[in-house]
């Protein structure tokens, strides 16, 4: 399984929010790159970039720091979300060395646009898909919508996405644990992978998760955890590896 270490950004500097608000947020380092640099050098293998004002904006904001960080680990793969709502963006930072881009409000606004991606960039995309009490949510999380999230999975799996990123609203930022069985719900109801992301806290999330391995989680986004040093990530490696 992989763990994926979480790389918030707003305005040029390394946050994490608290359920997605904007006015809820903690400045872990005004670096990123030497924060990218220190979990790469604790053993990760792929990072989770968010350009967080550009999933309010609507556009890439901090998309300079990201093509940083790609060209800086070229052998990490590199998932990227945050305000990507059109192709040119997609291939902008596949250009500048992202493996994958991922794509949250448009592919609840604009389901087909998911469908254009896949088949323009197969391999490359993934859905995040962000949920309280299994409805979507969008625009940065500040709206519900109607969508269940097992049936806006399903359409994307027929359309082609690699992976979707699953996220439990109510437990992101909060360090109350992971939704596992949200999360294996998902994952069993759908044949590509789920990430599983929001309220990792500790090491025991991280082996609920492992012992669901098996339903199609294949990796978990470790945010305030490591930044709080509530769970190490060379640790926690250690742990996956041995499972």
Known sequence: MLLIPAIDLKDGKCVRLRQGR?????????????????????????????????????????????RRIAESFPDVPIQVGGGIRDEDTVQSYLDAGVQYAII????????????????????????????????????????????DVVDLARRFERDGVEAIV????????MMKGVNVDATVKLASAISIPVIASGGITSLDDIRSLLAAEDEGIMGTIIGRALYEGTIDLGEAQKLVDGS
């Not at 670096?31 to 792929?46: F, N, S, T």
Request: charged residues 25%; proline residues 4%; contains cysteine.
């Open 104 to 147: 949250g409000t448009k592919a609840v606004s604009a389901p087909h646009f998911v469908n254009d991606l896949c088949l323009e960039f197969p391999g490359h995309i993934i859905v995040g898909l962000d949920a309280r009490d299994g409805k979507v949510a969008i625009d940065g999380w500040s709206k519900l919508s109607n969508h």
């Open 166 to 173: 699953y996220t439990d609203i109510s437990r992101d930022g």
């Open 22 to 66: 904007m006015d809820e947020e903690t400045v872990f380092s005004d670096d990123p790159l030497e924060v990218a640099q220190r979990w790469v050098d604790a053993g990760a293998r792929r990072l989770h970039l968010v350009d967080l004002n550009g999933a309010f904006a609507g556009k890439p904001v901090n998309a300079e720091v990201i």
